[in-house]
């Protein structure tokens, strides 16, 4: 059984932080490309950050500099820090684990497995 658990979502201003948090279980967490993803109403899903077995890390041009992808292999658990947080970051955040050391960017193809999501709300 694979679960994937995103929290630290919220209400924050603008140039706010968070800090999410997704707590795996049922995966052999160093050896999976992990990653953060988002959805706004209306909009498509789309990659925040990726990163694999080595720590390789790739980031969208719209959070980079501003968000920090990062894991904790001895607590199996994936961490996203947003920074200088912006209304457009609004939506929700899913993260997303692949069977495989290596990621392939952003795409969300790759993923296998998907948590249900932490919402981030950024308001002015």
């Known amino acids: 059984e694979v679960q994937l658990v995103e929290s630290g979502g919220g209400l924050v201003q603008t140039v706010g932080s968070l800090r999410l948090s997704c707590a795996t279980s049922g995966v052999n967490f160093e050896h999976y490309c992990m990653g953060w993803f988002r959805q706004a109403p209306g909009k498509e899903r789309e990659g925040s950050g990726t990163?694999?077995?080595?720590?390789?890390?790739t980031y969208a041009d719209s959070v980079k500099g501003r968000f920090t992808i990062s894991r904790d292999n001895a607590k199996n658990t994936l961490y996203l820090e947003m920074n200088s947080l912006k209304p457009e970051d609004t939506a929700m955040y899913y993260c997303?684990?692949?069977?495989?050391?290596?990621?392939?960017?952003?795409?969300?193809?790759?993923?296998?497995?998907w948590g249900q999501g932490t919402q981030v709300t950024v308001s002015s």
């Open positions: 990163v694999d077995g080595h720590g390789s890390i």
């Open positions: 997303a684990a692949r069977p495989s050391v290596a990621c392939r960017g952003l795409e969300d193809t790759q993923f296998y497995y």
